[in-house]
Antibody, heavy 124, light 110 residues
Framework: EVQLVESGGGLVQPGRSLRLSCTAS????????MSWVRQAPGKGLEWVGFIRSKAYGGTTEYAASVKGRFTISRDDSKSIAYLQMNSLKTEDTAVYYC???????????????WGKGTTVTVSS | QSVLTQPPSVSEAPRQRVTISCSGSSSNIGNNAVNWYQQLPGKAPKLLIYYDDLLPSGVSDRFSGSKSGTSASLAISGLQSEDEADYYCAAWDDSLNGLVFGTGTKVTVL
């Protein structure tokens, strides 16, 4: 069964750091780009960023709201994607979802597998 | 901030049809594929439609997607109580160089 499981969420003070993990199973992790999406309490979905597969350079893209503070990385040997969150703000409070990203060319992308999410609360 | 605009809510009786609109611009919907996601209460989102009008395996054919210019639509026919959920459109935005989601639409079955 194809599955993504997020972990690492919790309560953290503003200005501190937190690292989320996304453990994949049931598919060849290294073949896929991986994304993170978040949802603030009672709000809609917000894209955080993604990391390409090594075949496409393993490069990353980020939303403007997190660029320079968040870093996505991957360890293909462990089938884990990470979201390193630094300089956290209260507005980063959200459920963070890990997703598998599929692409068929420029502009043709979608996220076909989602984890159940992990909750991050930024508060003093 | 959401770049794609959806109606906040739609409601209809069981077995009827509803349509959810998603309005964007030439930098997103007008130039890239649209995907739709369903989020049941308390659950993670689930892919419903991809590449404008394709159904993933296992998704009911009561759901259909379409796109024209800078707008897209999701239709649900034969509405059932289990369709009560939030629905989001999404597309890549070339100007922002990022994925943008719609504002979300809550579907209520009367």
């Amino acid at each position: 069964e194809v599955q993504l499981v997020e972990s690492g969420g919790g309560l953290v003070q503003p200005g501190r750091s937190l690292r989320l993990s996304c453990t994949a199973s049931g598919f060849t992790f290294g073949d896929y780009a991986m994304s993170w999406v978040r949802q603030a309490p009672g709000k809609g979905l917000e894209w955080v960023g993604f990391i390409r597969s090594k075949a496409y350079g393993g490069t990353t893209e980020y939303a403007a709201s997190v660029k320079g503070r968040f870093t996505i990385s991957r360890d293909d040997s462990k089938s884990i994607a990470y979201l390193q969150m630094n300089s956290l703000k209260t507005e980063d409070t959200a459920v963070y979802y890990c997703t598998r990203r599929k692409a068929a060319g420029k502009g043709y992308y979608y996220m076909d597998v989602w984890g159940k999410g992990t909750t991050v609360t930024v508060s003093s | 901030q959401s770049v794609l605009t959806q109606p906040p809510s739609v409601s209809e009786a069981p077995r009827q049809r509803v349509t959810i609109s998603c309005s964007g611009s030439s930098s997103n919907i007008g130039n890239n594929a649209v995907n739709w996601y369903q989020q049941l209460p308390g659950k993670a989102p689930k892919l419903l439609i991809y590449y404008d009008d394709l159904l993933p395996s296992g998704v009911s054919d009561r759901f259909s997607g379409s796109k024209s210019g800078t707008s897209a639509s999701l239709a649900i026919s034969g509405l059932q109580s289990e369709d009560e959920a939030d629905y989001y459109c999404a597309a890549w935005d070339d100007s922002l160089n990022g994925l943008v989601f719609g504002t979300g639409t809550k579907v209520t079955v009367l």
